[in-house]
């Protein structure tokens, strides 16, 4: 099979052992060519232009720049098939699954990194244009799902840098500031916490008390309390209280599934 001929590949993620994983697969298909990696968003864009591959494996979360702001900086006429590669975007699965996109879910099989492959080897043949516009109402979907931010600036020591807004657990107030809790590092922002809400996805935060906004995903268990309230355990063993105030915002949390 001449070179050609054969499927070229760029490979995406911010995580040396996952982009290993699609490659090791990857080099075992003899009709595909691996024509490059990449880490992030700016080496992406310089590698699309450079090798015009046919079909890039993308990881959607990625610090800086996520997947998503990738394919927005990719020409139309450069644009290649897409799969894309996530762990815990709710949001983005049932936008995949709404437009018929492929995706991989982590943690996935070989087999069913293959099932992709073997998909894109199907519609190779077909006109790429139909693919892009069914890319750009994808796009268009999840823009409309993701008005809030998807990273805050924090300044620290004196240097300023951006946070995903999916690796914070908890917001704390702290008299003129805010305390951002993600995992074993923790983000100083000056303002209030109710600023919080313009900031935070509702879909995915919760605020339980005047000083404390929670990642619904970062809650291990809830024990109820006095009064209507709740008392709030997280996965990386903070305890905080749900006031009956807060409670009564959003009572849709708490029915019974």
């Not at 919760?206 to 809830?222: D, P, Q, Y």
């Amino acid at each position: 099979m001449t070179s050609a001929s054969k499927l070229r590949v760029l490979v995406v993620d911010d995580e040396a052992p996952a982009r290993r994983k699609v490659l090791r697969v990857l080099r075992q298909e003899p009709d595909v060519q691996v024509v490059g990696e990449a880490d992030g968003a700016e080496a992406t864009l310089a590698a699309i232009s450079k090798h015009k591959p046919d079909l890039v494996f993308l990881d959607v979360q990625m610090p800086g720049a996520d997947g998503f702001d990738v394919v927005a900086g990719i020409p139309p006429e450069n644009m290649p098939r897409v799969i894309f590669v996530t762990a815990h975007d709710q949001f983005a699965l049932r936008a995949f699954e709404v437009h018929a996109f492929d995706y991989l879910l982590k943690p996935f099989s070989e087999e069913r990194l293959r099932t992709a492959l073997e998909r894109v080897r199907k519609e190779r043949a077909q006109s790429n244009d139909g693919f892009v516009s069914q890319l750009q109402q994808l796009m268009e979907q999840l823009q409309k799902e993701r008005s809030f931010p998807q990273h805050i600036l924090v300044q620290e020591n004196g240097r300023a840098h951006f946070v995903a807004a999916r690796d914070i657990a908890w917001a704390e107030a702290d008299g003129n500031y805010v305390q951002l809790h993600c995992g074993v590092k923790t983000y100083t922002l000056r303002g209030a916490l109710e600023a919080m809400k313009d900031v935070l996805d509702p879909k995915a935060f919760v605020r339980i008390n005047r000083s404390s906004v929670v990642k619904l995903e970062a809650i291990r268990e809830m024990q109820p309390w006095f009064h209507g309230e709740f008392k709030v355990f997280l996965k990386d063993g903070t305890e905080l209280r749900w006031s009956r105030r807060y409670v009564k915002e959003r009572p849709e949390l708490l029915k019974a599934r």
